[in-house]
């Protein structure tokens, strides 16, 4: 099965729907897909769930598709940097379900091993834990946390063979890899595709198995917080 596709909106043909489910990797600006957040927003798809470590920024990643009324709610850890995403909540016109960074990631890892649930002492005795079941194990407090999947899953990696096979860089391999594996589809950027066999199978972060599209694309690669020393005057 051919799984390479020439752009964006090619690759996400047939995929999306009003109301669906996205996972969208990255931290921070790092390792986002980019040119699939495009892609989603150029769909005019609506109502979308976007399950997320963060929110992107304003005019940029996400938060493009903020801008434009897409997202319906969020599920994430730090939507700190948005100030659009900040009005929209306090108006009341997005939901948001925040997480405890660690408590995300695993949430996501438990929905892609089809792990239904599972308990964590992460947010016991807070708001992370109103309305959801607490247990004492060894006479400690855990508070029960569900697995994630999405309808789609978009994934930012930086090399693939023609067979789907991934490897990521750095800060990059942040929640990328275990979104790879809990997407009900998987569509992947890449700034480079090799031939099948180039990879050494040692250096594979994600196996093939669990991608089901892939697009070249050249990042913009921006900086969230640029921060600079001050000139030393002479």
């Not at 596709?5 to 390792?31: Q, R």
């Not at 700190?80 to 996501?108: D, H, M, S, V, W």
């Not at 060894?138 to 029960?144: A, E, F, L, S, T």
């Amino acid at each position: 099965m051919r799984k390479i596709f020439p752009d964006a909106k090619a690759a996400l043909e047939g995929l999306t729907f009003d109301g669906m489910t996205v996972m969208s990797g990255g931290f921070g600006l790092c390792g986002i897909p980019e040119f699939l957040i495009a892609g989603l927003r150029d769909s005019g798809v609506k109502g979308i769930t976007v399950i997320s470590n963060n929110a992107g920024v304003d005019g940029f990643g996400l938060g493009q598709l903020l801008e434009t009324r897409q997202i319906a709610k969020m599920i994430s850890s730090y939507v700190g940097e948005n100030k659009e995403f900040e009005r929209q909540y306090l108006a009341g016109e997005l939901q948001l379900e925040f997480n405890p960074q660690g408590t995300l990631a695993e949430r996501i890892r438990a929905g892609g091993a089809g792990i239904p649930a599972f308990f964590t002492a992460t947010g016991v005795g807070t708001l992370v834990a109103e309305g959801k079941e607490v247990r004492n194990f060894d006479g400690r407090d855990y508070v029960m946390e569900t697995g994630l999947i999405a309808d789609l899953a978009i994934v930012k990696a930086w090399k693939a063979d023609e067979r789907g096979n991934l490897v990521f860089r750095k800060t990059a391999r942040n929640f990328n890899p275990m979104m790879a594996t809990a997407g009900k589809v998987t569509v992947v950027e890449v700034e480079e595709i090799v031939p099948t066999g180039s990879i050494d199978p040692d250096h594979i972060h994600t196996p093939g198995i669990y991608v089901d599209r892939i697009i070249k694309s050249t990042p913009e690669k921006r900086i969230e917080q640029r921060t600079v020393r001050t000139r030393e005057t002479a």
